[in-house]
């Protein structure tokens, strides 16, 4: 599955942003999606994760309660809808996916596609 993330740009602290990121190719249901990020200078880590259906989601501790991911088989897109933002949310989101199986341990190497990433910058 390809993969085209979207929506990222710059928003004040306590902002909101939604991305989006759509799939093409391979049937879109049969993947887990999660999103990742990778701030200046630091590894990149897993933000956000939901199952095929959307029923099942994970959430990192540090975006709990602000952040919402969410997805549209019919669409072929995954979402993440971002409030309350702060500064340490600064980083390249990437969307990623994972054929016919959970997200496992959001281990990066399990992921079979990833999009080309959005910048968010979250000013103080």
């Known amino acids: 599955v390809q993969l085209q993330a979207s929506g990222g740009g710059l928003v004040q602290a306590g902002g909101s942003l939604r991305l989006s990121c759509a799939a093409s190719?391979?049937?879109?249901?049969?993947?887990?999606m999660a999103w990742f990020r990778q701030a200046p200078g630091k590894e990149r880590e897993s933000v956000a994760a939901?199952?095929?259906?959307?029923?099942?989601?994970y959430y990192t501790d540090s975006v709990k309660g602000r952040f919402t991911i969410s997805r549209d088989n019919a669409e072929n897109t995954v979402y993440l809808r971002m409030n309350n933002l702060k500064p340490e949310d600064t980083a390249i989101y990437y969307c990623a996916a994972r054929y016919n199986k959970g997200w496992g341990s959001l281990e990066q190497s399990d992921f079979d596609s990833w999009g080309q990433g959005t910048q968010v910058t979250v000013s103080s």
């Open positions: 190719g391979r049937t879109f249901s049969s993947y887990a």
């Open positions: 939901i199952n095929w259906s959307g029923i099942a989601t």
